[in-house]
């Protein structure tokens, strides 16, 4: 009885958003006879897809698979068609690599039109079952059963065997390609925090032994996941494969693995299951009810987790796009700090957006722990920027004309560091070791959360930047210039021009602030008295929006971005706030108050559920200036349905807190909700812990 109310209790508090009423099968055939489909990859958006068929061709797709063509049929393949395994696609779904048994790398940078064979073994076959990729597809790692890993940092020109011959099955890489994980069959999982240069086993007895399949990686490399044959677990690492925990889930012959760029959304095949999935980094997994068991293979997802596509072995291509999320339309809170007489100038977030900090032109630091309801006003320190940890602990703010701060206790106490310098702008990892700041001259950077700094050697008067969750890659604009961009933590820098249609040649422009996804592909920048502008290859190629605002051009200043960079906001000087929810194609006016105000800075929760935006104060007689919040969020006694907050029906409940763009949800019987909050979390932890069943 207590097995099946967990059972059931589960389902309630884990229903994800893969539907099976929004599941699609591709109307093209994609196999024939005893052609197997194998796997399946996906570009960032998940418009850009390529899969294998074993015995048969590559077959790609430009419309979120929709239509399929096949490569192998023009493709002066050895024999026309092969074995294909693995294949991996770039953040752009430009760059593709495939391998299969017996055989070579084949490798494409138009998408799959046409593809360049790769010998890394030069001319001797290798029975090749996975291959991974950077998401700039220079770094690869591509894995030999009973062989070595392969890795090359030249797009695939050269390349060098690393560690022992193994039974190596699959391998799954970070945006950079510095961190790698992979998989050996009847082995154990193995991680390298170097590009492959060196293997780390994980050594967990636990571990060793098992039929490995499956593993997947967030863009930072920090959440990883594994599958294996046989198992009624999946596994999880929230530091880089360092240490694993169990989730019981359900018996499965567990084939693959999928993961969005946060690590947050999962995906999971069975081989004559189900597809599994969770919201929750693997906390909680529900089936999607796909109709009757299938051979599900290879699965991909788009980084955001909202589009997936799966394989049938003997069947065919199916993809899952969740629903649009909701309008919005919910209700901004004033923090009531109009007496405060502050100049706000900028303001920075947790990742949950429970913590605060918000910095002051010329008046004191700020910071809340209930996601801005109650203020506290810390150190007077006049501050031009302030950035946060994940997790609010760790701050770091600059003064212009003064010195760099940095608190470990969320700005309950400050430690004066840099010397004294212009400083305009100060960005962080998401740990709170990586910082950078920008003078109006250089830019400096720092590997110990600030207590030493270093200058990069580049030279340019940058005003505002941005960093990607793990450090390395950077983003600077620069006021009547361009942009700047670097993937190597600031050591080496490239400017990006910019060039808007009728524009007879590249413009330097009135930049603001600049904004950037987890990941760094995804980037967004304000330009004053101009527009938006829009990056999804880590800052190389630049659009401007093309909305029609309510003027032809904004005052725009402050902007911030989601996790995965779908959701964006940006404040205008003497105006609204503007949103979006389709990284930047399309806007929304909010209007906070009834009339336009000085907005400056606004900041994101991780999930884009939560927004902070600052009201400048009148710098006369200090008055009108605010902090505005709001949260998207469902409220207590509501839960997610079809993309919005519905009421809960009477007599059952739920806790605040679902987004509504993550999927459905339940709301509890007073019974269930009891059994909840007395026995079932401690029952739960006590299951996923042990990794048996309560019985």
Not at 72 to 80: A, F, H, L
Not at 554 to 565: A, V
């Amino acid at each position: 009885m207590l097995r099946d109310l967990l059972a059931v209790l589960l389902s309630f508090a884990t229903l994800g958003s893969a539907r099976a009423s929004t599941w699609t099968e591709a109307t093209t055939a994609v196999r024939t006879g005893t052609q197997e489909l194998y796997r399946v990859t996906s570009s960032s958006d998940g418009t850009k897809l390529a899969a294998t068929v074993y015995n048969g061709y590559i077959w790609t797709s430009t419309d979120s698979g929709e239509t399929w063509t096949p490569t192998g049929s023009t493709q002066e393949w050895t024999g026309n068609t092969q074995k294909w395994r693995g294949i991996t696609s770039s953040s752009d779904g430009t760059k593709l690599a495939t391998c299969h048994d017996s055989g070579y790398i084949y490798m494409s940078t138009d998408s799959g039109a046409t593809w360049t064979t790769r010998e890394p073994s030069q001319g001797n076959p290798q029975d090749w079952h996975d291959i991974t990729s950077s998401s700039d597809g220079t770094k690869l790692a591509a894995a030999v059963f009973g062989g070595h890993i392969w890795t090359t940092e030249n797009s695939g020109e050269t390349w060098t065997p690393r560690d022992a011959l193994r039974n190596w099955v699959r391998v799954a890489s970070s945006s950079d390609g510095t961190k790698l994980a992979a998989t050996v069959d009847g082995g154990d999982i193995y991680t390298s925090i170097d590009s492959g240069v060196s293997w780390t086993p994980t050594g967990d007895a636990n571990l060793i032994g098992l039929t490995w399949r499956g593993i997947t990686s967030s863009s930072d490399g920090t959440k990883l996941a594994a599958v294996a044959v046989s198992s009624e677990v999946i596994w999880t690492s929230s530091n880089a494969g360092v240490s694993w925990i169990p989730k019981t889930v359900s018996s499965q012959h567990w084939f693959d693995i999928t993961s969005s760029s946060d690590g947050t959304k999962l995906a999971a095949t069975s081989n004559g299951g189900d597809i599994w999935v969770s919201a929750n980094s693997g906390e909680t997994w529900t089936p999607t009810g796909l109709g009757s068991p299938q051979k599900w293979f290879g699965i991909t997802s788009s980084s955001d987790g909202t589009k997936l596509t799966a394989v049938v072995r003997d069947g065919n291509i199916w993809t899952f796009t969740s629903p649009s999320p909701p309008p919005l339309l919910s209700t901004w809170a004033s923090a009531g700090m109009e007496n405060a007489q502050e100049r706000w100038w900028r303001i920075t977030s947790s990742s949950d957006g429970t913590k605060l900090a918000a910095a002051t032109w010329d008046g004191d630091v700020w910071t809340s722990t209930d996601s801005g309801e109650t203020w506290t006003s810390r150190d007077s320190i006049a501050l031009w920027d302030i950035t946060s940890s994940s997790d609010g602990t760790k701050l770091a703010a600059c003064e212009n004309g003064g010195n760099i701060w940095t608190s470990e206790d969320s700005g309950e106490t400050w430690i004066s560091r840099a010397s004294i310098a212009y400083w305009k702008s100060i960005t962080s990892s998401s740990d709170g070791e990586k910082l950078a700041a920008i003078t109006d001259s250089y830019v400096y950077t720092s590997f110990d959360s600030g207590v030493s700094w270093a200058p990069t050697g580049v030279s340019f008067q940058g005003y505002h930047m941005t960093s990607s969750s793990d450090g390395t890659k950077l983003a600077v604009v620069v006021i009547g210039g361009n942009i700047w961009t670097s993937t190597d933590f600031g050591t080496t820098w490239t400017e990006r021009q910019t060039q808007a249609e009728g524009e007879s040649a590249p413009t330097t422009r009135d930049w603001r602030e600049i904004t950037s996804s987890s990941d760094g592909t995804k980037l967004a920048a304000t330009v004053n008295n101009g527009h938006i502008w829009t990056s999804t290859d880590c800052g190389e190629t630049w659009t401007p929006t093309t909305q029609e605002w309510t003027a032809s051009t904004q005052r725009w200043f402050g902007i911030t971005s989601s996790s995965d960079g779908t959701r964006l906001a940006a404040a205008v000087t003497h105006g609204n706030i503007w949103m979006s929810t389709d990284s930047g194609a399309t806007w929304i006016e909010h209007k906070p108050t009834e009339s336009t105000q000085e907005w400056y800075g606004i900041t994101s929760s991780s999930d884009g559920a939560k927004l902070a935006a600052v009201i400048r104060a009148n710098p006369v007689d200090r008055a009108d200036g605010n902090i505005w919040t709001l949260d998207r969020s469902c409220a207590k006694d509501h839960r997610v349905l079809n993309g919005a907050c519905v009421a809960c029906d009477p007599g059952t409940s739920r806790a605040p807190g679902d987004v509504p763009w993550i999927g459905d949800t339940e709301c509890l019987t007073c019974c269930e909700e009891s059994f909840a909050k007395r026995g079932f979390a401690v029952g739960r932890e006590f299951a996923l812990r042990s990794g048996r069943e309560l019985r």
